[in-house]
Every structure is written in C-alpha cells, then in structure tokens.
C-alpha cells in the first residue's frame, strides 16, 4: 500500500530514510522560505521491489538536496519531481547506484524552474555490473520568465561485464535568459588505468574496485554522511 | 540592386503554371491506382503502392513530436505531371520554369559547371543533364521514374528495403504515392568528384510533394548528393513528405546535404535512413531553416565492423516555426562509431527540438558514439527541447552526451559592440560564428546561401 506523507518543513532538517523500513514511501514536501531540507534515501541489500517517490515545492530561499544511494537492490525505481517555485531557490540531487546481479534500477528525476535565479544540479552516477540494468531519466524545465536560472544535470554510468544503461536526460527551455546544460556519458573500465593498478600488483578485482571508488568519488563527496556507513557493499 | 526584401517577395511569389494532369484532390485506392496508371509502372510497384496505402490508412500519426493534427489528408494534391517529358537540355525547359530557378539564384555559370544537374518542379523532374564521363564510369543519375523504367531490376532489389512502408505513417504515404526523387548509383571503386545536385520546390496550392530517393554506392564508392529546398508561400498548409533510402556498402562513404527552406505553411516530414556495411562512411549534413513543421531525424544503421555513421544538423526556429530535428545511430555490428552534432537557434516563438537516440545492442564491443547539441534561444518568447536516448546494452563502449542551451552572452555582444558593430551585426557575427562547425560541411555555394538565409531570417529580431 502507498503511503503518502505530506511534510511542511519550517525548520532546517535532515531526514534520512531506509527504503527497507519505507518500501512505497510517497512525499509530499513544502519547504518555507530560507529553510533546507537533507533527503536522504537509502537502499542496501533490498530483496523486494521498492518505489519511492517525492514531489517538492520550494519557496523563496528555500534550499534541497535530494541524495539517493543504492546498492545491492534488486529492484528500485526512484521518482522525484521538485518545483523550484520561489525565487533564488535551490535543489541539488545526488544519485549513486551499484548494480550486481540481475538488479533493476531506474531513477526519474524532474526538475522544473519555475522562477527567477533559481538553480538545480543533478548528479547521478551508476556502476553495473554483471547483468544489472541502470535506467536514468531527468527532465529540466525551465518556465517562461524564469530568468538567470542555471540548471545542470550529469549521469555517468560504467559499465563491466554484461551490464546495460539507458538514459534520456530531456531539456524544455522556455526562458532565454538561462544557462541549462546536461551531460551523459556511458563507458566501460579504462583498461589503460587497470593495466597500471594491475602492474603495481593489485588482483584484478581489487584494482576494479579502486576504480569504481575513483568514479564514485564525486558523489561520495556530495553526500552528508560518512561513505562507509552507506555504502558497506560497493566500497 | 533589389533590396533584401524584394527579393524575398520575388523567391516567394507563385509563378502560375499549367499542368498536363493533376490527380483530383484527396486520397483514394483510386487516385494511387491513376498515379502508378499515368506513370506506366510495372505492375509489382502498384502493389507495393497499394499496399502502403493500407498501411498508412491502418497508421496513427506519432503522439510525440509536433503538433499533426491540422493537417488535412484530403485537401492535398497527391500527383500532378506539369510536362510531358524530361527534358535533355535546358533550352528545352519552359520559359516559367527558368524564371523560376533564376529567382532561386542558381547562376547561369553554375548550370554549365555543374554536370549533373536535376531539378524538380512539382512532382516531376523537368531538368535533367548528365555529362558523358558520368555515364562512361557507369554512375547513374537519373530521376526515379526514369530509373524505374530503365533500371526496374535495381529498383525492385533496393526500393523499400532501408525503409519498409510499415516504418511509419510518412513513409507509407510516400512509397503509396510517391513521385519524383533521384536514384543514384555509383558503381565500386568509383569516386564522383563534384557533388550531385537536385533542387526542389513545391509550386501549387496544396501540392504535396513525395519523393522517393535511393542512393546505392558499392564498395569502395564515393558520392555527395546535395539536395536544395525553397518553395514559395502559399496561405494554406501544405505537405512534405519525402522517403531518402541510403545503401553505403564495405568501404563506400556518402555524404549526403540538405538545406530545405520550404515556406512556413509546408509540413515537412521526412524519413532519411542509411545501411552503412564495413568500414563504410555515411555523413548527413541537415540544414532547417524554413517549413511550419520539420520532423527529420536522419539515421545510421551500422551493420558491417567500424562503420562510421556521421548526423550534422542546423535548425532555426523563426516565428510560428517547429524544428523538430535530429540523429540516430544503431550499432549494429562491433567497432562502429558514430557522431552526432545538433545547433539550434530558436526566436520569436519558434521552437527547436532535438530528438535523437543512440543504441548499443549487447555483443555490439568497442562502438564510440558522441553527441553534441547545442541550442541558442534568442529572446524570451521561443523555446528550446532536447529529448536524447541512450539506451546501451553492452559494457565495452565509450558514449558521451552533452547539451546546452542560453542566449547570446552579454560580453560577446558587449565585446563586438566596444569595436564598433551595430548590434544586428553583432548578433549576425556570433550566430554564424555559432553555426560555423556545421556551415563549413557544406559546398560553398551552399554555406554562401546559408549565411545569407539565416541573415534573412534575423532581419528584425534585434530590438
């Protein structure tokens, strides 16, 4: 059954989630004037299917970061659509996501610019491995007159073994006065950089693993808490 | 000398033209049966036509893209023949219809320079030359009606095989009516040193054109097909729909160019698809800059080891205008490599789109792609998309994806400014400036007149 939990937050506040406690969690946030929100949704070792989902409404001010992690899920769908509705409003969103096996992981993630000098970046990075699949959407729109609005939105996905990714980053530009970028790009380990690891004797699965810390990197920064709690597995 | 204004008057003005038959209007079995009847085509085509006619009838217009839904099927001419015969040299071309290529500023020298030159007014080729050493090295160019005559076992081994009249309904409604085009043959190892040329132009009311084009290069093969589009405007919607069929065959490369500049009632919706075999090069080089709405998305399908597929594309968005342009590559076979380079300029309510995809079937090892598409949104009433798919299905690859969208910077313009440009030639140097990747593809003839076009276009959108 979906739950649908309606917050208004007046506050600063962090709130952190495990998707196995909340499987079909469904938000509904309002965040107030100059207030920040810390969503973090976390997924280790999920067996069942979840799909958690958020819609946000920034006011004035009013600030976001959306960080999602996943590893070791077997299926998990993430959806988020945040309305950057006050002026000078900020929402980042933060995606890391490790595949084995025969995991499914799709994360939908709409961002729509609804006014003045607001700014949105996406960050969302992706290792699958095996026949895991990793499907990425992300939509930025930006509205008519929402001027002096920087939208970004990145996906990197490596690929080992039989993995497969899909991503559809989407851009609706209605204003000019913008700068709205998006970046994909889909590869597999630089075999150069193994080589290199590989000589300096590590084992090949070792020298993997570094590599995928390497590529995680920038999204481990990006996350509030200490990596190694969240990540136990890809790390 | 006529000022830029006139001469648009002038590029756009209907010239009356009598024709030896026009089909009645609307779509029927009856009207595809009179088309293949006044053409004299081997019976197998009519079936081919009277197949697609269902499937198009069966079809739905896409529910994606631009908005479909005020074209009007049974308010077009589907055919119509404005001389008998293809002439064979251009004295023999009516008077009209000189006046009208002079008007699209194709210069006296270029006609005896260029060798192969074939026009197309209406729905039939009216010009057609072939120089002797053309024909010596066994290249065919000819017009596709004449080649179904002379060539119809080529014809029937090719026609339809890139795209099948089921691919969607556009298609099928041009392999059911289809009129006009160029078939190009160029047999192995032979590499045709001057572009090939073909103009287009819509004339009458409601004149829907539909040609077919084919291009076959064997191996080792090379040919640029350069095909031009102007037409003159006309107050009631009208539709393009064209079928391009490519065959790039092991080491073959074609270079295939457009400009279309059809006038902003035109419906323009095209299907543009390549094979490339074996270490073949296939390169779409796609300029938008007129129609209502253009729906194109020239295609690589890459099915021989290291095939290069290449989708340059330029649209421009004016008032009223949706470019709903794009590329895809499908890596078909291991080591292929494709890319993909989209600029768009979208004002005064015009709309760009790019609406492209990459795929990466599992097995298909070692494919490189990369996209770029870039977008230029110069005022705030106009609106730029970008819907890009990658969907990859195997881990040894390398593909990389980047789009941007804004406006003209502030210091470029400040900077030009400061060196004493007015602010329209400010503009003009950053938006050719801004195009230049692409413009640089083209012949020059052609990146003469895309400059000179687009300058057109950006009359009046400063200030």
Same mark, same amino acid.
């Given at each position: 059954?979906?739950?649908?939990?309606?917050?208004?937050?007046?506050?600063?506040?962090?709130?952190?989630?495990?998707?196995?406690?909340?499987?079909?969690?469904?938000?509904?946030?309002?965040?107030?004037?100059?207030?920040?929100?810390?969503?973090?949704?976390?997924?280790?070792?999920?067996?069942? /299917?979840?799909?958690?989902?958020?819609?946000?409404?920034?006011?004035?001010?009013?600030?976001?970061?959306?960080?999602?992690?996943?590893?070791? =899920?077997?299926?998990?769908?993430?959806?988020?659509?945040?309305?950057?509705?006050?002026?000078?409003?900020?929402?980042?969103?933060?995606?890391?996501?490790?595949?084995?096996?025969?995991?499914?992981?799709?994360?939908?993630?709409?961002?729509?610019?609804?006014?003045?000098?607001?700014?949105?970046?996406?960050?969302?990075?992706?290792?699958?491995?095996?026949?895991?699949?990793?499907?990425?959407?992300?939509?930025?729109?930006?509205?008519?007159?929402?001027?002096?609005?920087?939208?970004?939105?990145?996906?990197?996905?490596?690929?080992?073994?039989?993995?497969?990714?899909?991503?559809?980053?989407?851009?609706?530009?209605?204003?000019?006065?913008?700068?709205?970028?998006?970046?994909?790009?889909?590869?597999?380990?630089?075999? +150069?950089?193994?080589?290199?690891?590989?000589?300096?004797?590590?084992?090949?699965?070792?020298?993997?693993?570094?590599?995928?810390?390497?590529?995680?990197?920038?999204?481990?920064?990006?996350?509030?808490?200490?990596?190694?709690?969240?990540?136990?597995?890809?790390? | 000398?006529?000022?830029?204004?006139?001469?648009?008057?002038?590029?756009?003005?209907?010239?009356?033209?009598?024709?030896?038959?026009?089909?009645?209007?609307?779509?029927?079995?009856?009207?595809?049966?009179?088309?293949?009847?006044?053409?004299?085509?081997?019976?197998?085509?009519?079936?081919?036509?009277?197949?697609?006619?269902?499937?198009?009838?069966?079809?739905?217009?896409?529910?994606?893209?631009?908005?479909?839904?005020?074209?009007?099927?049974?308010?077009?001419?589907?055919?119509?023949?404005?001389?008998?015969?293809?002439?064979?040299?251009?004295? +023999?071309?009516?008077?009209?219809?000189?006046?009208?290529?002079?008007?699209?500023?194709?210069?006296?020298?270029?006609?005896?320079?260029?060798?192969?030159?074939?026009?197309?007014?209406?729905?039939?080729?009216?010009?057609?030359?072939?120089?002797?050493?053309?024909?010596?090295?066994?290249?065919?160019?000819?017009?596709?009606?004449?080649?179904?005559?002379?060539?119809?076992?080529?014809?029937?081994?090719?026609?339809?095989?890139?795209?099948?009249?089921?691919?969607?309904?556009?298609?099928?409604?041009?392999?059911?009516?289809?009129?006009?085009?160029?078939?190009?043959?160029?047999?192995?190892?032979?590499?045709?040193?001057?572009?090939?040329?073909?103009?287009?132009?819509?004339?009458?009311?409601?004149?829907?054109?539909?040609?077919?084009?084919?291009?076959?290069?064997?191996?080792?093969?090379?040919?640029?097909?350069?095909?031009?589009?102007?037409? *003159?405007?006309?107050?009631?919607?009208?539709?393009?729909?064209?079928?391009?069929?490519?065959?790039?065959? *092991?080491?073959?490369?074609?270079?295939? /160019?457009?400009?279309?500049?059809?006038?902003?009632?035109?419906?323009?919706?095209?299907?543009?698809?390549?094979?490339?075999?074996?270490?073949?090069?296939?390169?779409?080089?796609?300029?938008?800059?007129?129609?209502?709405?253009?729906?194109?998305?020239?295609?690589?399908?890459?099915?021989?080891?290291?095939?290069?597929?290449?989708?340059?594309?330029?649209?421009?968005?004016?008032?009223?205008?949706?470019?709903?342009?794009?590329?895809?590559?499908?890596?078909?076979?291991?080591?292929?490599?494709?890319?993909?380079?989209?600029? =768009?300029?979208?004002?005064?309510?015009?709309?760009?789109?790019?609406?492209?995809?990459?795929?990466? *079937?599992?097995?298909? /090892?070692?494919?490189?792609?990369?996209?770029?598409?870039?977008?230029?949104?110069?005022?705030?009433?106009?609106?730029?998309?970008?819907?890009?798919?990658?969907?990859?299905?195997?881990?040894?690859?390398?593909?990389?994806?980047?789009?941007?969208?804004?406006?003209?910077?502030?210091?470029?313009?400040?900077?030009?400014?400061?060196?004493?440009?007015?602010?329209?030639?400010?503009?003009?140097?950053?938006?050719?400036?801004?195009?230049?990747?692409?413009?640089?593809?083209?012949?020059?003839?052609?990146?003469?007149?895309?400059?000179?076009?687009?300058?057109?276009?950006?009359?009046? =959108?400063?200030?």
């Amino acid at each position: 059954m979906v739950r649908t939990k309606r917050l208004h937050i007046k506050r600063d506040m962090t709130l952190e989630i495990d998707m196995r406690k909340h499987p079909v969690l469904d938000f509904k946030i309002i965040i107030e004037p100059g207030r920040q929100l810390n969503l973090v949704w976390l997924g280790n070792g999920l067996k069942r /299917t979840v799909s958690p989902s958020v819609e946000c409404t920034l006011k004035k001010n009013a600030r976001l970061h959306l960080a999602v992690a996943v590893s070791r =899920s077997h299926n998990v769908s993430v959806k988020a659509s945040i309305e950057l509705a006050g002026i000078a409003s900020e929402a980042y969103v933060s995606g890391l996501f490790h595949g084995f096996g025969t995991d499914r992981h799709a994360l939908d993630v709409a961002m729509r610019h609804q006014a003045k000098n607001t700014k949105g970046d996406i960050l969302i990075k992706g290792v699958y491995e095996d026949s895991a699949y990793g499907q990425f959407n992300g939509l930025l729109k930006i509205y008519p007159g929402a001027n002096q609005t920087n939208s970004y939105f990145a996906d990197n996905v490596l690929l080992l073994d039989r993995g497969m990714a899909t991503s559809i980053p989407t851009l609706e530009i209605l204003a000019d006065d913008v700068r709205a970028t998006h970046g994909s790009t889909t590869s597999r380990v630089n075999t +150069d950089q193994l080589f290199y690891l590989k000589s300096r004797g590590l084992p090949h699965r070792q020298a993997i693993q570094h590599m995928i810390q390497g590529f995680f990197h920038p999204i481990l920064a990006r996350l509030p808490k200490p990596a190694e709690k969240l990540f136990p597995h890809s790390l | 000398m006529p000022t830029t204004a006139s001469k648009q008057e002038m590029l756009t003005r209907p010239d009356p033209m009598s024709y030896v038959f026009k089909a009645k209007k609307g779509l029927s079995e009856q009207v595809v049966r009179e088309i293949s009847h006044m053409k004299g085509e081997p019976s197998w085509m009519l079936d081919v036509r009277l197949r697609a006619y269902q499937t198009f009838l069966k079809k739905k217009n896409p529910a994606w893209g631009g908005d479909l839904s005020t074209i009007k099927f049974d308010d077009i001419y589907y055919y119509m023949k404005p001389v008998e015969k293809v002439f064979q040299s251009w004295g +023999d071309v009516p008077p009209a219809i000189r006046t009208t290529y002079r008007r699209l500023g194709i210069p006296q020298a270029e006609q005896k320079y260029l060798s192969g030159v074939m026009a197309q007014y209406e729905s039939e080729a009216v010009y057609h030359n072939l120089k002797d050493r053309m024909g010596k090295s066994g290249v065919i160019f000819e017009d596709m009606d004449t080649a179904l005559k002379k060539y119809p076992e080529i014809i029937k081994k090719y026609f339809g095989r890139v795209i099948p009249a089921g691919d969607n309904k556009f298609a099928a409604l041009n392999t059911g009516v289809w009129s006009g085009g160029s078939f190009v043959y160029v047999p192995a190892g032979v590499k045709v040193e001057f572009p090939l040329q073909a103009y287009f132009r819509i004339n009458a009311r409601n004149a829907g054109q539909f040609e077919r084009t084919l291009i076959i290069a064997e191996p080792g093969s090379f040919v640029h097909y350069v095909e031009g589009c102007t037409a *003159p405007v006309y107050t009631t919607d009208s539709l393009h729909s064209a079928v391009v069929e490519i065959i790039v065959k *092991p080491g073959a490369r074609v270079r295939y /160019t457009t400009v279309q500049n059809w006038s902003k009632n035109v419906y323009n919706l095209v299907t543009k698809r390549s094979f490339v075999y074996e270490e073949g090069v296939m390169e779409w080089v796609d300029g938008n800059l007129g129609s209502k709405l253009t729906m194109k998305y020239p295609s690589v399908y890459l099915l021989g080891r290291k095939a290069h597929g290449e989708v340059l594309s330029i649209a421009l968005a004016g008032a009223g205008q949706h470019q709903d342009a794009g590329g895809k590559a499908i890596h078909g076979a291991p080591e292929t490599t494709s890319r993909i380079i989209s600029k =768009s300029i979208a004002k005064e309510t015009g709309r760009t789109s790019y609406r492209g995809l990459v795929r990466v *079937p599992r097995g298909m /090892t070692g494919v490189k792609s990369n996209v770029v598409c870039d977008a230029l949104l110069l005022d705030e009433r106009s609106r730029s998309d970008t819907y890009p798919t990658m969907d990859i299905k195997e881990s040894d690859v390398q593909i990389g994806h980047e789009a941007s969208v804004g406006k003209i910077g502030e210091e470029q313009m400040f900077y030009l400014r400061s060196r004493g440009l007015s602010e329209p030639e400010a503009m003009n140097l950053i938006v050719s400036g801004f195009i230049e990747p692409i413009a640089k593809e083209l012949p020059l003839e052609y990146a003469v007149e895309l400059n000179r076009l687009i300058q057109l276009e950006m009359e009046g =959108s400063v200030g």
